[in-house]
């Protein structure tokens, strides 16, 4: 039964550059707070070039904002603009303040990046806490290795933002997995504002009018490589073990992802027209309900994709990425060390032997609930409980 939170604004900013799993992670929670809470809106800032693809609940809406994307030697260009990077970032910076003094939020939600691509969020994190509205940052439960999360942060100046600007720092994870901002030389009035809220639980899209692009009634491996655009090895590696052993016992469904460069989307299609037992599409926004019907699935092991394994309950293989980051391969060998996944390291070798026996042993592996932890997915519930205590304050008491 939902609760009341009347009048409540959430503003929630997901920079987006890349992929799509900042988008996901804020949509999951702008869904599970206006199901809770009567009279909570959410409003979502979003670069996402795709974001237009997916549904959203009455009470969430969204502001595009000109996206950018990130080339492979770091820096950063326009998207969909024929303009230049700063004039792109004027516009973003100029859309976030003016969005954000408009809407007037109880709550600001800052995803994964402190001071915003670039330090877009730092002029609407000050005029926001000056009016008395609460910020907070939301992190992954892994971000990247210590030495190379350190670095970042010093170069963006994050430390006197996390100590001035935010009032809350929540953790989507639990300290079994780690600390995310371990090792940094964080001051202890940061550290006291850390949360953890366990893992984000996803609910299963409405099915109602969602028709299944391929064959679902025959069991399946589901192989996901999230946004894609960093996805080729593992695609291809389990494109090699079906071409080199014609036995395996059971089909594979291969989403791309809709970020994929066009030339191995090709390939890939191509070679999987040779194969009877794997069918390949580039995207599907309720890939929720592929999962759920799988009795195993392959993914590379971002934050998104792992809460879905878990919510699902399914025997799943992660084969993580290590650049340019260090989370995925850090997540995945955490995860894997508590029993909830196995895993594969691509930087040993793709030899399609051995993704070949990982996948025969796949649909019999334990799902995560065989070694249970507690508050595992109790993410979204103490997420709602942390806004409430909040907005529930007196304004005397939430400096």
């Given amino acids: 039964m939902a609760e009341r939170l009347d009048h409540a604004r ?11 799993g900042h988008l996901r992670r804020c949509r999951a929670i702008a869904h599970s707070l206006v199901g809770r809470y009567k009279g909570v809106s959410v409003l979502i800032l979003s670069g996402s070039p795709i974001i237009g693809s997916f549904d959203f609940k009455a009470r969430v809406d969204f502001v595009r904002i000109p996206g950018v994307t990130k080339l ?13 990077l700063e004039q792109t970032m004027s516009m973003r910076e100029s859309i976030i303040y003016h969005t954000a003094a408009s809407y007037k939020p109880d709550l600001f939600l800052v995803d994964k990046e402190p001071t915003g691509l670039k330090g877009e969020v730092v002029g609407t ?3 926001l806490r000056a009016g008395g509205t609460v910020n907070v940052l939301g992190l992954r439960d892994v971000m990247d290795e210590a030495s190379a999360l350190k670095a970042e942060w010093e170069r963006k100046q994050v430390h006197p933002v996390l100590e001035e600007l935010y009032h809350d720092i ?6 079994e997995m780690g600390n995310p901002v371990e090792s940094l030389g964080l001051a202890d009035s940061v550290k006291q504002k850390i949360s953890y809220t366990g ?22 491996i589901l192989v996901t490589a999230g946004g894609g655009g960093d996805g080729v090895e593992m695609i291809d590696w389990v494109i090699s073990a079906y071409e080199t052993d014609s036995h395996l016992p059971h089909r594979a469904i291969i989403v791309t992802g809709p970020f994929m460069q ?8 191509d070679r999987c027209e040779t194969l009877e037992k794997i069918e390949i599409i580039t995207f599907d926004a309720h890939i929720e309900l592929l999962m759920e019907q799988a009795v195993g699935i392959v993914a590379m092991g971002g934050y998104n994709t792992f809460c879905e394994i878990l919510s699902l309950d399914k025997p799943a293989l992660i084969v993580p990425r290590s650049v ?10 955490r995860a894997a060390k508590l029993g909830l996944v196995s895993m594969l390291d691509p930087d040993k070798g793709r030899d399609p032997a051995i993704m070949a026996a990982a996948l025969y042993q796949l649909p019999d592996q334990q799902p995560p609930s065989e070694n249970p932890i507690p508050g595992l997915l109790d993410g979204h519930d103490n997420v709602a409980k942390l806004i409430r205590q909040r907005l529930e304050k007196p304004m005397s008491m939430k400096a």
């Fill in 72 to 84: 492979k030697d770091g820096e950063y260009t326009s998207l969909g603009l024929h303009i230049d």
């Fill in 262 to 269: 066009s030339v191995h989307q090709k390939e890939f299609h």
């Fill in 170 to 175: 929540w953790v989507y994870g639990l300290k």
């Fill in 199 to 220: 893992y984000l639980d996803r609910e299963l899209p409405n099915a109602h009018n969602w028709v299944a692009p391929v064959n679902i009634e025959d069991p399946y």
């Fill in 10 to 20: 959430i503003l929630i900013y997901s920079h987006d550059s890349f992929g799509l």
């Fill in 324 to 333: 340019p980051r260090k989370e995925q391969i850090i997540r995945a060998s």
């Fill in 125 to 127: 994190l000050k005029m």
